[in-house]
């Protein structure tokens, strides 16, 4: 019984060191991944631009959807005057369009 109970009492040893070790490598891969990835943040948007659509008004003028994605962005930034230009003008060139949600 004796090498038995040695024999178990080893076992149990070496699943505590096992389990220790397994700890240790993840408090390690935890502390590396932390070191590694600070966050960064990101201004960059993939959005078009409004200078975009004033480009695309340039080079085809009577582009309607231009005219109201342009409008769009000028009533989210608060100039609601320029934004009903660019509706009045999207309006003249189609309509009998019908505009909802603008």
Known sequence: M???KSKDNNLKLLYRLFILTLLALSAMNLVIFKLNNR???VYATTE?????WESLIAKNPTYRDAYLV??????GRGDLDK???????AKNIDPYWA???L
């Open 83 to 89: 934004a009903q230009e660019l509706i009045t003008k």
């Open 39 to 41: 966050e960064t943040i």
């Open 70 to 75: 342009l409008a769009s962005i000028n009533k």
């Open 2 to 4: 004796p090498a038995q």
């Open 48 to 52: 078009p631009t409004s200078e975009y």
């Open 99 to 101: 505009l909802e949600g």
